[in-house]
């Protein structure tokens, strides 16, 4: 057995996506454990996936499947997905704090009643500063924690939820921490399925 602790640390840009094909081709032919924060790794090196948070499994299984389907917030967070946990109801899933989030059934929908999570990309969300009118059924109010650099677009982050936005976006609506704004995605973006 091979164990590799984050194998692309530390190392150039340009030299880790033919590292990344070496291991592939390498390991493809032995049992290893890879560990990695990084979720291209996880997706090129890995069949399954275990997600550990805080020392304990919160999420395990294939790798497709954990990644695009997340059930745990920290295993979204690898994904680069909001994740919202919540019961079905038949008005669609609600949060204990009352958040309603509507959004389309995957493939084996969720039961009314049993825990389900709504996931979408932080692409899909709009910031806006006040509440805007129209066809979106999905508005969370937010107070902006952090703005960070995400490749080629800034992440806004606040109330447990991401948005990528441009930076020309970020300068009009002068996003920044302490800055109250409201997120948006439309219930075509969101996916929703059970949460076991």
């Known amino acids: 057995m091979l164990l590799l602790d984050e194998p692309m640390a530390a190392l150039d840009v340009a030299v880790r996506p033919a590292l990344r094909q070496t291991l592939r081709r390498v ?15 996880a997706l090129l ?12 499994v919160v999420e395990q299984g ?14 979204a967070e690898i994904a680069g997905l909001n994740l919202v946990s919540g019961r079905w109801t038949d008005d669609g ?19 009314a009643g ?36 995400q490749a080629g ?3 806004v982050r606040g109330g447990g939820l991401s948005a990528d936005v441009t930076p020309r976006s970020v300068a009009e ?13 439309k219930a075509t973006e969101v996916t929703v399925y059970p949460r076991t």
């Open 45 to 56: 090196l890995a069949d399954r996936v275990v997600v550990v948070e805080g020392g304990a």
């Open 173 to 185: 609506l002068g996003l920044a921490p302490g800055v109250s704004a409201v997120f948006v995605v």
């Open 114 to 149: 049993e825990p389900a999570v709504a996931v979408f990309p932080p692409s899909a969300v709009s910031v806006f500063l006040t509440a805007p009118g129209g066809s979106p059924r999905n508005a969370v109010a937010v107070t902006v924690t952090s703005v960070e650099p």
């Open 93 to 111: 899933l609600v949060t204990d704090d009352g958040l309603r989030v509507v959004g389309e059934s995957a493939e084996i929908g969720p039961v």
């Open 153 to 155: 677009h800034l992440r």
């Open 62 to 75: 294939p790798t497709g499947e954990v990644l695009t389907q997340p059930r745990s917030r920290f295993a």
């Open 27 to 41: 390991l493809a032919e032995r049992t290893a454990v890879v560990v990695t924060h990084d979720v291209l790794d």
